[in-house]
């Protein structure tokens, strides 16, 4: 069966430092994989998607950027956080294209 | 106007109530519909995955699709406390190359032993 790990699970930074999410997910290969943020009463927000190793394409252009560099492995980094950053960042996959997405346990990120 | 309309709740129900869960939405062409349910610092679970009109029963839950009032539900019979949870409405137009989900806001339900 697939499954989906995310780390860390929560994270505290201060304004203005890097940033590195990890995604991998096992058990099924060549996933499509998504960011998503989720921000109290506004719902999940795609951020980046990915249909293959090094192919990103962005939601919402933002202080974030995504990378994929392996089948299975997906990235979100920041080189400076802002305050709007914090939220709680879900990374998701789907078999192929026209399939549903499955989620990951999610990081909770804090910036201060 | 925002594409999908979820009311956020909170929703509380006694234990053994049935729970009818909405979401309306305004673009035509949506015709994949789905059902998370959320439970608070995790991830959300997939519950229902419907195709265009009708209903889809899996154990206690029916999810509902009514595209002609753009409208769909989820009901929960006999709840149970461990439905308490945030439950999330998605959708999703046919084709495309993003497989592009749109979510309702979510629903926190209460379920009261």
């Known amino acids: 069966s697939q499954t989906i790990h995310q780390w860390p699970a929560t994270l505290v930074q201060p304004v203005g430092s890097p940033l590195s999410l990890e995604c991998t997910v096992e058990g099924t290969s060549n996933p499509n994989l998504y960011w998503y943020r989720q921000a109290a009463g506004r719902g999940l927000q795609l951020l980046f998607y990915?249909?293959?190793?090094?192919?990103i394409s962005s939601e919402v252009p933002q202080n974030l950027s995504a990378s994929r560099p392996q089948d299975r492995q997906f990235i979100l980094s920041s080189k400076k956080l802002l305050l709007s950053d914090s939220g709680f960042y879900l990374c998701?996959?789907?078999?192929?294209?026209?399939?549903?997405?499955?989620f990951g346990p999610g990081t909770r990120l804090t910036v201060l | 106007q925002k594409e999908v309309e979820q009311d956020p709740g909170p929703l509380s129900v006694p234990e053994g109530a049935i729970v009818s869960l909405n979401c309306t939405y305004s673009n035509s062409a949506f015709q994949y519909f789905m059902w998370y349910r959320q439970y608070s610092r995790k991830g959300p679970e997939l519950l229902m995955y419907t195709y265009s009109s009708g209903n889809k029963e899996d154990g206690r839950f029916t999810a509902q699709v009514d595209k002609s009032s753009k409208y769909i539900s989820l009901f929960i019979r006999d709840s149970q406390p461990s439905d308490s949870a945030t439950y999330l409405c998605a959708m999703r137009a046919l084709g495309g190359a993003t497989n592009k989900l749109i979510f309702g806001t979510g629903t926190l339900l209460a379920v009261q032993p």
């Open positions: 990915s249909v293959g190793i090094g192919q």
């Open positions: 998701a996959w789907s078999a192929r294209v026209t399939d549903t997405q499955y």
